[in-house]
């Protein structure tokens, strides 16, 4: 199969480029600004360019288009709206246009601030509602692609983890690990919840998804719905660290733009449709140790 990656250097991207190349599938991926050195079919692509989009599906016409690229920085697409509804929604628009003209599938990586965390649990039939900016970008393009009649796929992640390259950001186990290998004191926050996500159960999902060709929207998070803080004494557990160094701190203390909201995702879906349990946060800290 061929499949193209938009935005395969990305820390979720970069991962795919990796799987579906190790399982034989020809594949392309694109960059903006940090190019994967170790993967030679990669292109630099600015997907706001909605011409040099289209014309680059056309000329490489992949049968799946995976769509990670995206402002991610839920503070930044508060305070500069116009570049995060450049690239989120605009840039995810012409994603489209391209994929229209040569029929292909796409899979579009989502979030779960399309909602807003007011109910208990989400589950993927729930009407989405954001309290973000960054979450109502990221819903327009949800939008937008089931608008677009294309054959498609949601992919609503949170708080993915997972070991990472230089440029790529941070996530909360690498702060944990690094942190504390360096004796220093963590601040983790104690008020924000989430489902964190192993990336390569996203990934391994995404592709089994792909290969049964199954359609709409699916919660690709992990088991566990739990707080920053206990989360990252749980891993500092398992990485056999000085959890005593993690200290809990109310976001209240942090300067941040945006009021982060408690979205607990459910995941069952997943599971129904192809029989895969996504990894709670020992599971997923484990076999990140594992890789060490």
Not at 131 to 136: A, E, I, L, N, Q
Not at 177 to 189: N, Q, R
């Amino acid at each position: 199969m061929k499949i193209c990656i938009i935005g395969g250097s990305g820390v979720i991207g970069s991962k795919m480029v990796q799987f579906f190349s190790k399982m034989g599938h020809e594949v392309i991926s694109t960059f903006h600004t940090n190019e994967m050195s170790n993967f030679t079919n990669t292109h630099r692509l600015d997907i706001t360019n909605k011409d040099a989009t289209v014309n680059f599906l056309e000329k490489n016409n992949p049968e799946v288009i995976i769509h990670t690229s995206a402002i991610a920085n839920i503070d930044l697409c508060e305070t500069n709206k116009d570049l995060a509804y450049l690239v989120n929604v605009k840039g995810t628009e012409n994603v489209i246009e391209g994929c229209k003209q040569i029929k292909a599938k796409l899979a579009y990586v989502s979030t779960s601030y399309v909602f807003d965390g007011k109910k208990d649990e989400y589950f993927e039939d729930d009407k989405p509602s954001s309290s973000t900016y960054y979450g109502y970008t990221k819903l327009k393009g949800e939008e937008a692609v089931i608008k677009s009649g294309l054959s498609h796929l949601i992919l609503r992640i949170d708080q993915p983890y997972c070991w990472i390259e230089p440029w790529q950001h941070t996530n909360s186990v690498v702060r944990v690990f690094e942190t504390l290998k360096s004796d220093k004191i963590l601040h983790e926050v104690e008020d924000w919840y989430n489902t964190p996500t192993y990336v390569h159960d996203i990934v391994l999902v995404a592709s089994e998804l792909i290969k049964k060709k199954s359609e709409g929207i699916f919660h690709l998070v992990g088991s566990d719905f739990i707080n920053r803080y206990n989360w990252s004494i749980e891993v500092a557990k398992i990485f056999n660290l000085d959890h005593t160094n993690i200290k809990p701190i109310n976001s209240k203390k942090l300067n941040v733009q945006v009021k982060r909201s408690n979205i607990n995702l459910k995941n069952f879906k997943v599971k129904e449709e192809i029989n895969l349990k996504m990894k709670g946060i020992s599971e997923g800290a484990i076999a990140m140790l594992n890789e060490i």
